[in-house]
């Protein structure tokens, strides 16, 4: 059962039925429902899924070329043998000259890792062949930062070739809601503060056994499936995870702000400096989240109603003390008849007292 995911839903099917060239890239972190999105969507049309693992090249496209026979009706998609990806894109290309065609290469950097350059090679492609043609072509992968960095940002050789792009977020409070039809509203509350919104872990809470029983056997158990799951995405999303580790338990035990998480980590200046990044990059993987309350703004009164303008600073002159103030200004402004709630008027006032 499919539950959620409207919108995205709604903007894919506007880009399958626009009739021009569509290259859309689609990334999040794991867990999220990227594939099951893909695959809904591919269902009932013209359309090939490929799923990349992380073999060799020459498997990688006789796996693709599998998936060709699958998704459309050619006798010449079973026996072609491709020698490269520009050789297999051109036979998709050629394919996706008349009608629409939608390719879905799913874990997108596990095709880079086997083969070097493949985005260089999908830039020539798209170029010459792709854009001339009506094919909707999704790059999707789970390692956000390689997906952000080696496909989207500018140094990519795939930046501006894409025409849209979305990064995939957990689902909704409302959302959530349908996969638990047998809980009270307490109870399914209570699992999305548990869960969030990550489709693959609400499907592994039973609505028919009581919430408390599903906590103890999901996440508290050793064999359970969320029991080693936050180690599980450091592994895959960093190459050091001790220090996000500590950075996470610095979190936990009441660290807010970035400059006391990086004294908890560690006190010494380059550490700090090092946990100030992995503060950032555990923001930009989604394992952590940065909130920065709203401050209200002072009220629109004269400019004397504010003491900090006339507050003396004594690391200037005497003559301009008053900080942040031009002293011809401040001057402006002590005068009885000086107008200062309009600017423009206050402006006039000082350009008198210069004169002055």
Not at 12 to 24: D, T
Not at 87 to 116: G, H, I, M, Q, W
Not at 173 to 195: C, G, H, N, Q, T
């Amino acid at each position: 059962m499919f539950i959620g995911r409207e919108p995205e839903t709604q903007f894919l099917e506007e880009l399958s039925s626009s009739g021009k060239p569509e290259l859309f890239v689609l990334y999040g972190r794991r867990r999220v429902g990227k594939t099951e999105l893909l695959q809904q969507f591919c269902r009932g049309r013209r359309a090939v899924y490929f799923l990349a693992a992380q073999v060799r090249e020459k498997d990688n496209l006789r796996a693709f070329r599998d998936a060709l026979q699958e998704g459309i009706d050619d006798p010449l998609a079973g026996s072609v043998e491709f020698p490269d990806w520009t050789a297999a894109l051109n036979f998709v290309a050629e394919r996706a000259r008349d009608e629409r065609l939608v390719v879905v290469l799913d874990e997108f950097p596990y095709l880079c890792e086997s083969t070097k350059g493949l985005p260089s090679q999908l830039q020539r492609f798209w170029d010459t062949r792709g854009k001339a043609s009506k094919l909707m072509l999704v790059l999707c992968g789970s390692q956000v930062s390689f997906m952000e960095n080696e496909v989207l940002a500018e140094r990519s050789p795939l930046f501006g070739r894409r025409t849209a792009q979305r990064r995939l977020e957990p689902l909704s409070p409302e959302s959530v809601l349908p996969f638990f039809p047998k809980w009270s509203m307490r109870d399914r509350v209570l699992a999305y503060a548990i869960l969030g919104g990550m489709p693959a872990y609400l499907r592994r809470f039973d609505d028919s056994r009581s919430l408390f029983e599903n906590v103890a056997r999901e996440c508290l158990r050793p064999e359970g499936y969320l029991f080693d799951e936050v180690q599980f995405l450091l592994r895959s999303e960093l190459s050091n995870p001790a220090t996000y580790n500590s950075l996470l338990a610095a979190i936990a035990r009441g660290s807010e702000k970035v400059g006391d998480i990086a004294l908890d980590v560690d006190v010494a200046r380059a550490a700090a400096r090092r946990a100030r990044r992995a503060a950032h990059r555990s923001r930009s993987v989604a394992l952590a989240t940065r909130y920065v309350p709203r401050r209200g703004s002072l009220p629109r009164l004269p400019f004397q109603a504010h003491p900090a303008a006339y507050q003396p600073d004594p690391r200037r002159p005497r003559r301009t003390r008053a900080r942040g103030v031009h002293p011809a200004r401040r001057r402006a402004l002590v005068r009885p008849s000086a107008p200062c709630v309009h600017r423009r008027a206050l402006a006039r006032t000082s350009r008198r007292a210069r004169r002055r």
